[in-house]
Nanobody
Framework: QVQLVESGGGLVQPGGSLRLSCAAS????????MAWYRQAPGQQRELVAS???????NYLDSVKGRFTMSRDNAKNTVYLQMNSLKPEDTAVYYC?????????WGQGTQVTVSS
C-alpha cells in the first residue's frame, strides 16, 4: 500500500510564497508520473503540475512561471514551490502518484491566499 503525505499548506497573503511537500512511502522513481492537483470549493479537481519518472514537467497555464515542481529522490519527496500566489490559487492541494493501473492520492493540504 502506497502512502502519500502532503505538508506545507497554510494561509498566505497575495504575492507570497509557499512550498508544498509530498512524502511517499516508497521509491518515487517507480511511479510513472507524480503530480499535484487542486480543488477549490464548488470546482472540479484540476491538474496543476506533473512530473514523469524521467523528470519532464508540465504545468497548468495559469501557474506557469509561478509554480515549480521538483523532487528529491533520496527523500522520496516531491515539492511544489508556489510563488506570486493569487487568491484564485486558494484550494486544497493533493499529491498524486500513478503506478498503472492504480492512482494514489494524499489526504490534501489547504492553501489559502488572502489578505
Amino acid at each position: 500500500q502506497v502512502q502519500l503525505v502532503e505538508s506545507g499548506g497554510g494561509l498566505v497573503q497575495p504575492g507570497g510564497s509557499l512550498r508544498l511537500s509530498c512524502a511517499a512511502s516508497r521509491n518515487i522513481l517507480g511511479f510513472l508520473i507524480m503530480a499535484w492537483y487542486r480543488q477549490a470549493p464548488g470546482q472540479q479537481r484540476e491538474l496543476v503540475a506533473s512530473m514523469t519518472s524521467g523528470g519532464n514537467t508540465n504545468y497548468l497555464d495559469s501557474v506557469k512561471g509561478r509554480f515549480t515542481m521538483s523532487r528529491d529522490n533520496a527523500k522520496n519527496t516531491v515539492y511544489l514551490q508556489m510563488n506570486s500566489l493569487k487568491p484564485e490559487d486558494t484550494a486544497v492541494y493533493y499529491c498524486n502518484a500513478v503506478q498503472p493501473p492504480l492512482p494514489y492520492w494524499g489526504q490534501g493540504t489547504q492553501v489559502t491566499v488572502s489578505s
